[in-house]
Nanobody
Framework: QVQLVESGGGLVQPGGSLRLSCAAS????????MGWYRQAPGKQRELVAI???????IYADAVKGRATIDRDNAKNTVYLQMNSLKPEDTAVYYC???????????WGQGTQVTVSS
């Protein structure tokens, strides 16, 4: 069983930055992707960014150029650095570990990010 614990959310002013962290307990195999999704009020959960064990990344168009995802395989930890934050980035951010071949997914409890002046 994999458990994910996120940290780093909070209130940020527009134009500001933050760094989210997610530590996974349990075994994470090399076939797993790790990533971040977000869900704003009244909207569906959407992909922010994912990273493979080897370091390949995918970013949502909405955050390209403003977000950087990183992964420490030795620590089973994934990070999301977001810069130039906008009010529309306000959402609950969820950490994910996924196995694409089996479609098994694990989710964190979510961390609130609010971008407001």
């Amino acid at each position: 069983q994999v458990q994910l614990v996120e940290s780093g959310g909070g209130l940020v002013q527009p134009g500001g930055s933050l760094r989210l962290s997610c530590a996974a307990s349990g075994s994470i195999f090399s076939s797993a992707t790790m990533g971040w999704y977000r869900q704003a009020p009244g909207k569906q959960r959407e992909l922010v960014a994912i990273i493979t064990y080897g370091g390949s990344t995918i970013y949502a168009d909405a955050v390209k150029g403003r977000a950087t995802i990183d992964r420490d395989n030795a620590k089973n930890t994934v990070y999301l650095q977001m810069n130039s934050l906008k009010p529309e980035d306000t959402a609950v951010y969820y950490c994910n570990v996924g196995y694409p071949m089996t479609k098994i997914n694990y989710w964190g409890q979510g961390t609130q990010v609010t971008v407001s002046s």
